[in-house]
C-alpha cells in the first residue's frame, strides 16, 4: 500500500535523446520528432519500505502489445499499454533503493 503526493511536470523530449534510452522491450511513441517525457515528485508517508520521497525524469512514452483490426472482415484486438517509463530515478533512502532495485531492476 502506497500513500501520499506527487506533482508531475510533463515535457516535451527530442526523440532522438529519448530513443538512445528507450527500453528495448516498448515502442517509443512519438510525433513530429517529439514525445511525452517530464518529471515526477512523489512523497511516500506510507510505503512497503516506510516514508521516503522519489524523483523520476520521464523518458518519454512507450508501448507495449499492439492492436490488429480488421483482419478478414472481423474485428480482432489484442491489448496496448501505454505508459511511461522513467529514465533516471532517485529516492531519499537506502532501504527505498533496494526496493526500487528488486522491483524495478534500477
Known amino acids: 500500500r502506497f500513500e501520499g503526493r506527487f506533482i508531475f511536470r510533463p515535457?516535451?523530449?527530442?526523440?532522438p535523446d529519448a530513443a538512445d534510452a528507450a527500453p528495448k522491450s516498448a515502442s517509443l511513441i512519438?510525433?513530429?520528432?517529439?514525445?511525452?517525457?517530464?518529471?515526477?515528485?512523489?512523497?511516500y508517508d506510507v510505503s512497503p519500505v516506510g516514508p521516503y520521497r522519489e524523483y523520476v525524469d520521464m523518458g518519454g512514452l512507450v508501448a507495449l502489445g499492439g492492436v490488429d483490426v480488421?483482419?478478414?472482415?472481423?474485428?480482432?484486438?489484442?491489448?496496448?499499454?501505454?505508459?511511461?517509463?522513467?529514465?533516471?530515478?532517485?529516492?531519499?533512502?537506502?532501504?527505498?533503493?533496494?526496493?526500487?532495485?528488486?522491483?524495478?531492476?534500477v
Open 70 to 105: 480488421g483482419i478478414e472482415n472481423r474485428l480482432d484486438s489484442r491489448s496496448l499499454v501505454l505508459g511511461q517509463w522513467g529514465s533516471n530515478l532517485y529516492v531519499s533512502t537506502k532501504v527505498a533503493e533496494d526496493f526500487c532495485r528488486q522491483v524495478w531492476g
Open 30 to 43: 512519438q510525433l513530429f520528432g517529439f514525445s511525452l517525457g517530464g518529471s515526477v515528485a512523489l512523497e
Open 11 to 15: 515535457s516535451l523530449v527530442r526523440v
